[in-house]
């Protein structure tokens, strides 16, 4: 009887460990992702323009995956009205202010920002019943808030702080709280996530070209040197490998582990941006970093207490 009873814990820690990875991939594509969109505004690549054709670029590369692998997404009803509404609130809608920001408060901000969805994500996890109540985790997500919290307080209260810029960044984490709880709560069933993520960012390619037609909007790229078609590629690569990691955290992890890919990214993408990039670090950084770090611990042992019990 001992292989019976012990093969469902091995699955739940070949499951956690899968889920780990995960996030740790999702995250430092994210810290990526928001340095190359500050290296594109340096090239005079608007953010629409650039995510645009980087989200195009990630869409053909998951296709192609989904395409040679025999899964590629199924096209109903139900799976549109997935893929469209997955696609304003995790990609089209969230990357395009911040992408927009990133020139205005720096990616240092954008990326600590983006750390904000763990308590949002939390108290809708806990509405909804995807997860219980357990304290460690609770205090994880407001451990993880509060360092948010610093550096958001120091950069309103500086000098000429550029306040739209920073409360529309703000209200960035809001769409990818609402994105973690609505792929979670309405997976189509018996889709694979190799599946769902070319159709995701199908759609938001449509959107953002939609909206480059607009008055006033473009999705132009200056040609007159290689470095915007690098750097668009770049992105584009990053972007494939960071929504299908996505989608398999989002299916191993639930809601709330996912929510704290935005902290592991800015573990990585602010060190990227004050070493590599010359940024001046936000005030309040090693504050901040302290507490978001100090969340992301109690987060992942609060998870691993739940599924060992």
């Not at 005079?44 to 990630?58: E, T």
């Not at 927009?100 to 720096?106: C, D, H, L, T, Y």
Request: hydrophobic share 55%; aromatic share 8%.
């Amino acid at each position: 009887m001992a292989p019976i009873t012990q093969e469902p814990q091995r699955r739940t820690d070949k499951t956690w460990l899968i889920a780990l990875l995960s996030l740790l991939g999702t995250g430092a594509c994210i810290g990526l992702s928001t340095n190359l969109a500050k290296l594109a505004d340096s090239a005079n690549i608007s953010a629409l323009a650039f995510l645009a054709w980087s989200i195009l670029g990630a869409t053909g590369v998951l296709f192609t995956v989904a395409l040679l692998r025999g899964k590629l997404p199924p096209f109903n009803l139900r799976t549109l009205e997935y893929f469209i509404v997955a696609a304003l609130v995790t990609v089209a809608g969230s990357n395009l202010i911040f992408f927009s920001a990133i020139p205005e408060v720096g990616v240092s901000f954008v990326t600590l920002v983006i750390t904000l969805p763990p308590l949002m994500t939390y108290i809708g996890a806990i509405a909804f019943k995807i997860e219980r109540f357990q304290i460690m985790r609770a205090a994880g997500v407001l451990t993880a808030l509060i360092g948010t919290a610093v550096l958001a307080i120091n950069k309103l209260t500086a000098p000429d702080a550029p306040v739209f810029w920073i409360l529309l960044a703000l209200t960035g984490p809001v769409l990818l709280a609402i994105g973690n709880l609505y792929r979670t709560l309405c997976w189509p069933v018996g889709v694979t996530a190799e599946a769902l993520a070319p159709g995701m960012l199908g759609a938001a390619t449509l959107m953002l070209f939609t909206i480059g037609l607009l008055p006033g909007f473009s999705t132009a790229v200056p040609m007159d040197n290689r470095l915007p078609l690098l750097l668009i590629l770049t992105q584009a690569t990053v972007f494939a490998l960071q929504f299908l990691l996505l989608f398999v955290l989002q299916k191993s992890g639930g809601p709330i582990l996912i929510s704290l890919m935005g902290a592991v990214g800015a573990v990585i993408g602010v060190p990227i941006a004050i070493y590599l990039l010359g940024e001046a670090p936000p005030e309040g950084l090693i504050l901040g970093s302290v507490f978001i770090a100090a969340g992301i611990a109690l987060v992942t042992l609060g998870k691993t207490a739940t599924t060992s019990r």
